[in-house]
Structure formats: structure tokens, C-alpha cells
């Protein structure tokens, strides 16, 4: 089987930025949830009531382009007055509850905070120091059920230590804080990053998620719900179930795509050179 990963069709990526107002201080981009920017770029608020996140959509990574790629373009089009990666400028207290108070609450992030708390205790806290760390995501568009899908995604997870610590260093980057995130135990080690997990075939990763119960179910409403019942696997076929399992790329079935998720926050025109 060849694949090269340059010729296959990326559906788009995702960039994670803190609103910060001109002394420093982090903004609340609520505002900001839902626009659109004028190349067609997506702008949703992200788990940090002071972070947004750019969807970016395009065909393949050599042409790759947008206007969100400039950072004065994409201030002066959201009217913010900085806009920071790859760490908030935040100084305070650590603890999980005075981390709490940044994350955005709503019916999904309330969930995942909750879940974290059943499933390891006082270590669930931890899952807080997510509110402090921009990262980004790059989305290639392939059948997730085929065996090149499931190459694709083995090689990124194998790869992506080096790819990181190199962005980390092409651009001198301090990615320590986001890269420690899974040292901290708040979930089960399984379900974050585990760097050259490889699978035969997409049914034996479909196995291997399925040995955890599920961290999050959703509801008749499509609310999430924090899983109480052990018996219920997780089934990363169902995205929320995928979107508790935090793999360093994992399966997307539901977009049609295969997720690299270990690259730290960066500025737009950064991460336009690294796609």
C-alpha cells in the first residue's frame, strides 16, 4: 500500500487563540461564538470563556490558504485587541477550582468537568489546566474506515513526538505546559496520547477504545451526560464518544476525517506554514 500524506485531501484545521485586551488582561469572546469571517472561516468559542477557535476550510495542504492566516486581518475583523497562543497570560491560583472559573460553562464542557471528577476523583480537577493551552489541529478527509485511513492515523501518532518538539523549535515555542497536560491524570492514561500506539486494522482500534467504558453518553435531547454505567464501551464510531478520546490523531467518522491533534497554539501565520 502507498500513501502519501501529501497527496491526500485535507478537509480543514483548527486554531485555538486567547482574546487578551490591551493590558493584558483575558477577554470573554462570547461575542464571538458563531461568526463567520469574511474568507469563509468559521469562529466558535472554545473551552476557555477567553478562548475562540478558527476553522479553517480548504482542499489540499500545498495550496492551503486564508485570510485568517494573518493575524492583523483576523484582529481587526473580530475587533479584538490581541489575540495570544500558545499559553493565556494567566498568573493565578492552580488549584481545580479556581480553574474552573476560566473554563466556559456550558452543557458539554460542564459535562466533560464532571466525567473527569467520576472517573478519577480529585484528580478530575486537572482537567482545569486546559483552559490555559492553545493548540492546533490539522484534518485530512479520507474513508476512516479504510486501511489507509488507519495507516494514516498510525504514522501521525508515531510521528508525533518529533513533529512537535520540532514546530516547538522552529518557531521557540514553550511546549512543555500543553505537552505535560497528560501527565496530570485527570482521565484514564488510555484515553489521551500514547505515542506509537498501532493498530492492524480499524476494527482493532475500535477494540482497543471499547476496553474503557465510556467517559461521556448523550441523551434523548443530544445533551452529554456523564457516564454511570460501566457496561456502556466506549464507541469512538459516535463522536462524542471520539471526542473524549484525545489519541495524538484518532478517527472522525461523523466529518470523514483523520485528526492530528498534537501541535501546540500558534500564531496564524505559523501555523499556515506547518499545513
Known sequence: MNLAVAEVPTHGAEQELFGVDDIGRLIDMKEFDGAVLTDGSSVTQDAAWSSLEVNFKYGTADVASSQADDLIHLVRELGVPVLWGPRA???????????????????????????????????????????????????????????????????????????????????????????????????????????????????????????????IVVDERGDWQVNQDSTIRCDITQRAHAGTTWWGARFQDELGTIEYRMLPGMLPWQFAEVR
Open 89 to 215: 497570560p494567566y498568573s493565578g491560583p492552580m488549584d481545580g477550582e479556581s480553574l474552573r472559573k476560566l473554563w466556559r460553562s456550558n452543557q458539554r464542557y460542564d459535562a466533560i468537568w464532571a466525567a473527569a471528577a467520576h472517573e478519577m476523583g480529585e484528580h478530575g480537577g486537572n482537567v482545569g489546566v486546559f483552559a490555559l493551552y492553545a493548540s492546533c489541529q490539522v484534518h485530512w478527509g479520507l474513508n476512516t474506515r479504510s486501511q489507509e485511513a488507519v495507516l494514516l492515523r498510525n504514522v501521525m501518532e508515531l510521528l508525533g513526538p518529533m513533529i512537535y518538539h520540532n514546530t516547538c523549535n522552529r518557531y521557540s515555542i514553550d511546549g512543555r505546559g500543553h505537552s505535560s497536560i497528560w501527565s496530570l491524570g485527570w482521565v484514564d492514561v488510555r484515553r489521551g496520547p500514547l505515542w506509537g500506539r498501532w493498530h492492524e486494522s480499524r476494527a482493532a482500534a475500535d477494540q482497543q477504545a471499547a476496553e474503557l467504558p465510556a467517559l
